[in-house]
């Protein structure tokens, strides 16, 4: 699990991470989102022990990281931004090299994790290949690999799928998924797709601040201060619209396209769809379609996170 | 191991891995090539030129190559890792600075003693040279390889705190070159300075050390000196990576 209470880091005059508190249990999977600057590098990096906070304490598997950083580490994977590797080893000597860091000092257990890790995050058919020589695609998957080279109980990543093309996005999401059963995990990152196809939750952070936090579509619920509900009905204009109005809970009614649509809004919380759908069998006016407008997470974030 | 200094395990593995960067790279190759040559002109110029098989050149001149070599050596050492990142990885790892900082730095001490056990060769030639009945002062010989060997060590402890200023490979060398030069220049200097401050820097400086090993005089005093350096050199390196990190 990790535990942020009020995380704190200042660069000069400018507060780059500002109270942070969060709480992930154990096995849960947290998208850490955010415009860029927004301060999630450096609060991983006061997570992972390599700054300092200047306020408050962060927590790792039941350990203070301020106090017992080392301890901490042996117990986490992380993923840097931008992925740095050793661009002159081989992709199988990095993977010793990096377990060798980790004080996997045994030969023979060593070469089986390394085995493991190349099984696992599909590095076989780069086996030999210079880690300088090797696709982003394949960097990425390295990165993760040498992360979890020790199979630590917490994994933080740092953008792990920036620059990569669609088809690298989607495998090295599939890597994530299958660790997500076995690992605690914290994923920053700015692309919001990604968070809603690999998360449980999400926090979003802006101006080293945290925004909002929960599932995704619960943050979606909760920004939305009222329901829109789009109904393409197929009635007398002036009579549909004058019913829906009179629904118990409508607010208001407009046809925004002449002819069949319609947009009921009504307070957040209420669902009309089931009424709807009522009205229009007992008035014999077929449904063509009815759908119930969701804030996307883009909205959500784009609305947490603009510029005032 | 939780409160010692250093982890032997990861030391081991960066002095290796630093090992290993050197000889993947031209630059180290080309550096070698330099020292073997320069230092092999310095051993055999004395021998052709006057017929006396002595090393006061070399123990005179080579403090001022190795200023020059070492800093090539050590620039990329720190700087090249914070420079493409690999260095928050080191840092994120389960890893006292200490380890970081003696793993590099004994990567680099063991490629330098070799290359001076190298220069061994040198000396068995000019063994042959030299007519049994003379012989070779080996005293000598031996002592001008310590000093040379122990000056590397010292330039090279400077170098790496030179690698850890920034991550810049150039602004590494120049530091690394302009330290070096002052430890030989002060000892140059210390019979024109008065008083205590000539005495002070015929202490700093390397000349009156390398002049007593290269005459053969194993001296306490000149091995403290010489740990001093790389002891200071090295916790300086330490204190600049934690400082690194606020």
Redesign the interface.
């Known amino acids: 699990m990790i535990i942020a209470k009020n995380l704190t880091k200042r660069f000069g005059g400018r507060t780059a991470v500002d109270h942070v508190s969060f709480d992930i249990p154990q096995g849960q999977v947290v998208g850490f989102l955010g415009p860029n600057g927004a301060g999630k590098t450096t609060t991983m990096r006061l997570l992972t022990a390599y700054l300092p906070a200047d306020e408050g304490q962060a927590e790792l598997a039941g350990l203070s990281v301020s106090e017992q950083p080392l301890e901490v580490r042996r117990r986490l994977g992380y993923l840097p931004e931008d992925n740095p590797l050793w661009e002159d080893l081989e992709l199988t000597e990095a993977l010793h090299f990096a377990g060798r860091l980790r004080g996997l000092s045994d030969d023979a257990a060593r070469a089986g994790r390394v085995k493991a890790v190349v099984k696992s995050c599909g590095l076989r058919r780069e086996v030999g290949t210079k880690v300088g020589e090797l696709s982003k695609g394949y960097r990425q998957r390295l990165g993760l690999a040498a992360a979890i080279i020790h199979d630590p109980e917490i994994l933080i990543l740092d953008e792990p799928t920036s620059g990569l093309d669609p088809n690298q996005v989607q495998e090295v999401r599939g890597l994530i998924r299958e660790l997500r059963s076995q690992k605690t995990m914290l994923i920053s990152t700015h692309i919001l797709p990604e968070a809603t196809a690999t998360c449980d939750r999400v926090i979003i952070i802006n101006r080293g601040r945290i925004v909002a936090d929960g599932k995704p579509a619960e943050l979606a619920g909760n920004m939305a201060d009222r329901n829109r509900l789009h109904v393409e009905l197929r009635g007398p204009q002036g009579e549909v619209s004058r019913a829906l109005a009179a629904l118990p809970g409508a607010a208001q009614v407009s046809a925004p396209a002449a002819g069949e649509s319609f947009v009921v809004e009504s307070p957040a919380g209420a669902d009309l769809r089931e009424e709807v759908f009522r009205l229009a069998v007992r008035a014999d006016w077929p449904i063509l379609s009815l759908r119930q407008e969701r804030l996307s997470l883009e909205e959500v974030f784009r609305a947490l996170t603009k510029d005032p | 191991m939780?409160n010692a200094l250093f982890?032997s395990?990861?030391v081991?593995?960066?002095a290796g891995?630093t090992l290993?960067?050197y000889f993947?790279?031209p630059s180290a190759y080309v550096t070698l090539f330099v020292f073997y040559l320069i230092i092999g002109y310095l051993f055999s110029a004395p021998l052709f030129l006057v017929k006396a098989a002595s090393l006061r050149g070399l123990a005179e001149f080579a403090p001022l190559l190795l200023a020059f070599l070492v800093p090539a050596l050590t620039m990329g050492l720190l700087a090249d890792e914070l420079k493409?990142?690999?260095f928050?990885?080191?840092?994120?790892?389960?890893?006292?600075d200490w380890d970081i900082v003696l793993g590099k730095y004994l990567g680099f001490a063991a490629l330098h003693l070799v290359c001076v056990a190298g220069l061994l060769f040198y000396v068995v030639v000019l063994d042959l040279c030299v007519s049994p009945a003379v012989g070779l002062d080996w005293g000598e010989m031996l002592g001008t390889l310590l000093a040379l060997a122990l000056t590397g060590l010292a330039f090279g402890a400077a170098g790496l705190f030179a690698s850890s200023l920034g991550r810049t490979q150039v602004v590494a060398f120049v530091t690394a070159f302009l330290v070096c030069f002052v430890l030989f220049l002060l000892g140059k200097s210390a019979g024109l300075l008065p008083g205590s401050l000539g005495t002070a820097a015929e202490y700093l400086g390397l000349d009156s050390h390398v002049e007593t090993l290269s005459k053969g005089v194993l001296d306490s005093r000149d091995l403290v000196y010489f740990a001093s350096l790389v002891f200071a050199f090295l916790y300086l390196t330490v204190q600049r990576l934690q400082s690194r990190?606020?």
């Open positions: 939780k982890q395990h990861a081991k593995a960066l891995r290993r960067w993947d790279s493409s990142g690999t928050e990885t080191l840092a994120t790892l389960p890893l006292e990190r606020s």
